[in-house]
């Protein structure tokens, strides 16, 4: 009887609680905080708006790459919020934030206004990225020559 007890307790918290590791990742809760405080979102769903703790996605700490997404909800209307980010650093980033309103294939892009209100740019998808203007690295040289041996492969 008290596995039986054990076990319905766990199901319980599983269900009441939001058991969703996603739903405290920092990608959600930024891109959570951003949504409930945009200017462009509430006049789109109402104020105020509500995101759901429910996040799908997948978030890999190894390769440093997230795709998340949970509804928002507000009192004219209701979306999806899709975040994705990467991970340079130990830290998380936003590289999209967008609202894709229900009923409609009208997409919100939110990144601008992240980066605005946090002060930082996304992280750099591209594994090389390009010098800034400020950069003090030499010009790659502009005449290199590669001889190769004549004939093909394996000849």
């Given at each position: 009887?008290?596995?039986?007890?054990?076990?319905?307790?766990?199901?319980?918290?599983?269900?009441?609680?939001?058991?969703?590791?996603?739903?405290?990742?920092?990608?959600?809760?930024?891109?959570?905080?951003?949504?409930?405080?945009?200017?462009?979102?509430?006049?789109?769903?109402?104020?105020?708006?509500?995101?759901?703790?429910?996040?799908?996605?997948?978030?890999?700490?190894?390769d440093g790459i997230a795709s998340l997404q949970f509804e928002?909800?507000?009192?004219?209307?209701?979306?999806?919020?899709?975040?994705?980010?990467?991970?340079?650093?130990?830290?998380?980033?936003?590289?999209?934030?967008?609202?894709?309103?229900?009923?409609?294939?009208?997409?919100?892009?939110l990144t601008a206004a992240l980066e605005a209100r946090a002060?930082?740019?996304?992280?750099?998808?591209?594994?090389?990225?390009?010098?800034?203007?400020?950069?003090?690295?030499?010009?790659?040289?502009?005449?290199?020559?590669?001889?190769?041996?004549?004939?093909?492969?394996?000849?």
């Amino acid at each position: 009887m008290a596995v039986v007890l054990r076990l319905l307790g766990c199901l319980v918290m599983l269900v009441c609680g939001g058991c969703n590791r996603l739903a405290r990742h920092p990608l959600a809760m930024e891109a959570a905080e951003e949504v409930r405080s945009n200017a462009r979102v509430a006049e789109v769903l109402g104020t105020p708006v509500e995101c759901s703790p429910s996040v799908r996605g997948t978030a890999n700490e190894t390769d440093g790459i997230a795709s998340l997404q949970f509804e928002a909800r507000g009192p004219k209307s209701s979306g999806v919020v899709v975040v994705e980010g990467k991970k340079t650093r130990h830290e998380w980033g936003v590289t999209r934030l967008e609202l894709r309103p229900a009923g409609t294939a009208d997409r919100l892009s939110l990144t601008a206004a992240l980066e605005a209100r946090a002060g930082v740019a996304p992280p750099e998808i591209a594994p090389a990225a390009a010098p800034s203007a400020g950069s003090t690295a030499p010009p790659p040289p502009g005449d290199i020559e590669i001889a190769l041996p004549p004939g093909g492969p394996g000849q």
